[in-house]
């Protein structure tokens, strides 16, 4: 019952946000000066440029459109990309969602599991050198913009060295012959996981390991690996479980800059290119479904949360 | 065989902090036979947590326990304990309660599974002998129907249920000593006395032994055998229970009498309370550490530390006044 009526409710503010996004990626695309057509009109005779406008809709006072794109929305129809003819967004993203997806759950798993690895050192080994490198390089790769590292990596390990290719992505399909394609991006991509998560996981260890409940844990006699393992990893993984899935939907909306470096096919350098080029039905129909898996994934989240955490079960139990 | 159980002495304790080194237990001494309850007593801040940690061996960074104190468990020195010894004598030999029991109990463990934990560590049983156990104790601290108490989380319990939890733990292996630091401060009156009754009756069928740290002379008098009055990082005053309520050496002690605001006393009367502050432990004042608050202070007390003075059998008190051949006329009260 109670379970039921938080659902309902979060669906229902689920659903207002996704119409405020919309609502304001539309404005904000009609505020900005020129459209997706002016570039291509502009040799083109009048008559043309006028049934070219009709086509797309582009001739139409503001507000109509606004109801146009806002119904189509409702009905899942989010129309045709104005510069790549013929392209409807439901077919551009479940062609390059995956390309993006796997390089960026490749770069959350290695990142991740890495600076859960370095948080727990740190937190461990607090004050010691081992904790100051950790803290110096999470510092460090937080502050250098992926690029560098990107161009850093190609630089040496493919130009240099030679071990991987300089560019490109393996086809589709291809999971195993093309990894090694895959080794220099998610590399790159994965020194933002590394340290946060480090830093995130030793604050909040270090926290746990000041609470009253472990020196109960350490008056029973247990050990230090003990106490560490038993009683302070479940407790301070709760952040860590509320930022997962958020670097989950990360994913999926690829990095712009690492697909530019790389020349991989995924969908941050796509989206990004639609904007520049103000194609409205792209960006409308790419920021109103990522924003819905964003959502979703917080929702998961919240989900997630009452199970690490018995404090905040929802519906209460029988207390 | 010594009737004696722990000693402790010249125990100094310090923290180390950006203002400077806090002296929080700055040379104290006392021991306690078997079967014996101890009540340590003072304000906040006195350094008496600090003590009951130091003989758990649980003061952590930036605390240290000075080399030099001596912690005798049964004679042997528990600062000189191995991982070995220490891993065995925590919940076994000795075990602690703390003040807020909710903050004590890991809130993502059952409290079944924290009993169980303390039973499998120092017994080798089976899990279901230890749930078996652990039922059992939860039983034998008043709470009614254990065997679902036993699957549910600290937050799902009230506060007396959590802290009858925490001594289930404590008593989950028979130890010989058990610390309780200011175990009803954070309960309701009527819950307060439940848990005194409760530690008192546990202990009496297991001839344990209890250092009580409280601020409430009103759960000293229900409990204790002995009485030792902290004050400023060293115990003042110490003596058996009737000696400290009647016949207080210590002007502090007696501050801390006339401080307990009494029932038959005319309604509408102001309460009493101790000028001043409490020391700075960062920069103790020299002499004796009441100085600055004490009604009868002489010049001595702010140059010199006073001598320990002993009136009769196992009752002292550092006080200079004492000191003197005869009482200053208005400190006379202290004779008797």
Same mark, same amino acid.
């Given at each position: 019952?109670?379970?039921?009526?938080?659902?309902?409710?979060?669906?229902? $503010?689920?659903?207002?946000?996704?119409?405020?996004?919309?609502?304001?990626?539309?404005?904000?695309?009609?505020?900005?000066?020129?459209?997706?057509?002016?570039?291509?009109?502009?040799?083109?005779?009048?008559?043309?440029?006028?049934?070219?406008?009709?086509?797309?809709?582009?001739?139409?006072?503001?507000?109509?459109?606004?109801?146009?794109?806002?119904?189509?929305?409702?009905?899942?129809?989010?129309?045709?990309? $104005?510069?790549?003819? +013929?392209?409807?967004?439901?077919?551009?993203?479940?062609?390059?969602?995956?390309?993006?997806?796997?390089?960026?759950?490749?770069?959350?798993?290695?990142?991740?599991?890495?600076?859960?690895?370095?948080?727990?050192?740190?937190?461990?080994?607090?004050?010691?050198?081992?904790?100051?490198?950790?803290?110096?390089?999470?510092?460090?790769?937080?502050?250098?913009?992926?690029?560098?590292?990107?161009?850093?990596?190609?630089?040496?390990?493919?130009?240099?060295?030679?071990?991987?290719?300089?560019?490109?992505?393996?086809?589709?399909?291809?999971?195993?012959?093309?990894?090694?394609?895959?080794?220099?991006?998610?590399?790159? +991509?994965?020194?933002?996981?590394?340290?946060?998560?480090?830093?995130?996981?030793?604050?909040?260890?270090?926290?746990?390991?000041?609470?009253?409940?472990?020196?109960?844990?350490?008056?029973?006699?247990?050990?230090?690996?003990?106490?560490?393992?038993?009683?302070?990893?479940?407790?301070?993984?709760?952040?860590?479980?509320?930022?997962?899935?958020?670097?989950?939907?990360?994913?999926?909306?690829?990095?712009?800059?690492?697909?530019?470096?790389?020349?991989?096919?995924?969908?941050?350098?796509?989206?990004?290119?639609?904007?520049?080029?103000?194609?409205?039905?792209?960006?409308?129909?790419?920021?109103?479904?990522?924003?819905? $898996?964003?959502?979703?994934?917080?929702?998961?989240?919240?989900?997630?949360?009452?199970?690490?955490?018995?404090?905040?079960?929802?519906?209460?139990?029988?207390? | 065989?010594?009737?004696?159980?722990?000693?402790? &002495?010249?125990?100094?304790?310090?923290?180390?902090?950006?203002?400077?080194? %806090?002296?929080?237990? !700055? /040379?104290?001494?006392?021991?306690? @036979?078997?079967?014996?309850?101890? *009540?340590?007593?003072? &304000?906040? =801040?006195?350094?008496?947590? %600090?003590?009951? !940690?130091?003989?758990?061996?649980? %003061?952590?960074?930036?605390?240290?326990?000075? &080399?030099?104190?001596?912690?005798?468990?049964? =004679?042997?020195?528990?600062a000189e304990y191995d991982q070995k010894e220490?891993?065995?004598? !925590?919940?076994?030999? #000795?075990?602690?309660?703390?003040?807020? *029991?909710?903050?004590?109990?890991?809130?993502?463990?059952?409290?079944?599974?924290?009993?169980?934990?303390?039973?499998?560590?120092?017994?080798?049983?089976?899990?279901?002998?230890?749930?078996?156990?652990?039922?059992?104790?939860?039983?034998?601290?008043?709470?009614?129907?254990?065997?679902?108490?036993?699957?549910?989380?600290?937050?799902?319990?009230?506060?007396?249920?959590?802290? !009858? %939890?925490?001594?289930?733990?404590?008593?989950?292996?028979?130890?010989?000593?058990?610390?309780?630091?200011?175990?009803?401060?954070?309960?309701?009156?009527?819950?307060?006395?439940?848990?005194?009754?409760?530690?008192?009756?546990?202990?009496?069928?297991?001839? *344990?032994?209890?250092i009580l740290i409280t601020h409430d002379l009103g759960v000293v008098a229900g409990?204790?055998?002995?009485?030792?009055?902290?004050?400023?990082?060293?115990?003042?005053?110490? /003596?058996? *229970?009737? @000696?400290?309520?009647?016949?207080?050496?210590?002007?502090?002690?007696?501050?801390?009498?006339?401080?307990?605001?009494?029932? @038959?006393?005319?309604?509408?009367?102001?309460?009493?309370?101790?000028?001043?502050?409490?020391?700075?432990?960062?920069?103790?004042?020299?002499?004796?550490?009441?100085?600055?608050?004490?009604?009868?202070?002489?010049?001595?007390?702010?140059?010199?530390?006073?001598?320990?003075?002993?009136? /009769? &059998?196992?009752?002292? #008190?550092?006080?200079?006044?004492?000191?003197?051949?005869?009482?200053?006329?208005?400190?006379?009260?202290?004779?008797?």
């Amino acid at each position: 019952m109670n379970l039921l009526k938080y659902i309902l409710k979060k669906i229902a $503010i689920a659903l207002a946000t996704l119409f405020v996004i919309a609502s304001a990626t539309f404005f904000l695309l009609a505020l900005t000066p020129g459209d997706a057509l002016s570039a291509r009109v502009e040799k083109l005779p009048d008559e043309v440029t006028q049934r070219l406008y009709a086509k797309y809709g582009l001739d139409r006072p503001v507000m109509e459109r606004y109801f146009i794109t806002m119904k189509g929305l409702l009905h899942g129809d989010f129309g045709e990309s $104005i510069i790549y003819e +013929g392209e409807t967004v439901q077919q551009i993203i479940s062609e390059k969602g995956p390309v993006s997806a796997r390089l960026g759950i490749q770069q959350m798993l290695l990142g991740v599991t890495l600076g859960i690895l370095l948080g727990i050192l740190a937190a461990v080994k607090k004050g010691s050198f081992w904790d100051f490198l950790v803290i110096f390089f999470s510092v460090l790769l937080i502050s250098v913009p992926t690029l560098i590292f990107a161009l850093m990596l190609q630089a040496v390990f493919a130009g240099k060295l030679g071990w991987f290719p300089v560019i490109g992505w393996p086809s589709k399909g291809d999971w195993l012959g093309g990894f090694k394609y895959t080794v220099l991006p998610t590399f790159a +991509g994965c020194f933002g996981y590394i340290a946060s998560y480090a830093r995130l996981l030793k604050v909040s260890m270090l926290d746990v390991m000041n609470q009253d409940y472990i020196l109960t844990a350490e008056s029973k006699g247990l050990s230090r690996r003990e106490v560490i393992v038993h009683h302070v990893l479940r407790n301070s993984f709760i952040p860590i479980i509320t930022r997962l899935p958020m670097s989950v939907a990360m994913c999926i909306t690829g990095s712009f800059f690492i697909e530019s470096v790389f020349s991989i096919p995924g969908l941050g350098l796509y989206y990004v290119n639609a904007v520049a080029a103000q194609d409205v039905t792209i960006v409308m129909g790419e920021t109103v479904i990522l924003s819905a $898996i964003y959502i979703f994934v917080i929702f998961i989240t919240d989900i997630l949360y009452t199970v690490v955490d018995p404090r905040i079960r929802i519906s209460g139990g029988n207390a | 065989m010594s009737k004696e159980l722990l000693k402790v &002495e010249n125990l100094k304790v310090t923290y180390n902090t950006y203002a400077g080194q %806090v002296q929080a237990v !700055r /040379g104290v001494s006392f021991s306690l @036979d078997k079967g014996e309850t101890l *009540a340590l007593v003072g &304000e906040s =801040g006195c350094g008496k947590s %600090v003590t009951a !940690r130091s003989i758990m061996q649980l %003061v952590h960074e930036p605390g240290k326990i000075v &080399e030099g104190s001596k912690i005798l468990f049964e =004679g042997k020195n528990v600062a000189e304990y191995d991982q070995k010894e220490l891993a065995a004598f !925590r919940g076994k030999d #000795a075990a602690i309660i703390f003040q807020d *029991a909710m903050a004590s109990l890991n809130p993502t463990m059952t409290v079944g599974k924290q009993i169980v934990e303390n039973i499998l560590h120092h017994n080798k049983v089976s899990k279901k002998e230890a749930k078996a156990r652990a039922v059992d104790l939860l039983n034998k601290v008043g709470i009614n129907n254990p065997e679902q108490r036993f699957k549910q989380y600290p937050h799902e319990l009230s506060g007396g249920m959590r802290q !009858r %939890v925490m001594i289930a733990i404590a008593f989950a292996n028979d130890p010989k000593l058990l610390i309780a630091d200011e175990p009803t401060t954070a309960l309701d009156v009527t819950i307060q006395d439940q848990i005194i009754e409760l530690i008192r009756k546990l202990k009496d069928e297991r001839d *344990a032994s209890i250092i009580l740290i409280t601020h409430d002379l009103g759960v000293v008098a229900g409990i204790a055998d002995r009485v030792a009055v902290m004050y400023g990082g060293v115990i003042v005053e110490s /003596g058996s *229970a009737s @000696d400290i309520f009647y016949h207080a050496k210590h002007p502090y002690t007696k501050a801390l009498h006339d401080a307990v605001p009494r029932v @038959d006393e005319v309604s509408g009367k102001e309460l009493v309370s101790i000028a001043g502050a409490p020391p700075d432990l960062i920069n103790p004042p020299a002499g004796c550490p009441f100085n600055t608050r004490c009604k009868y202070c002489m010049n001595i007390c702010k140059k010199e530390v006073p001598p320990t003075m002993k009136f /009769g &059998e196992g009752h002292e #008190a550092a006080c200079f006044l004492h000191v003197l051949d005869g009482l200053p006329e208005d400190a006379a009260f202290l004779k008797d």
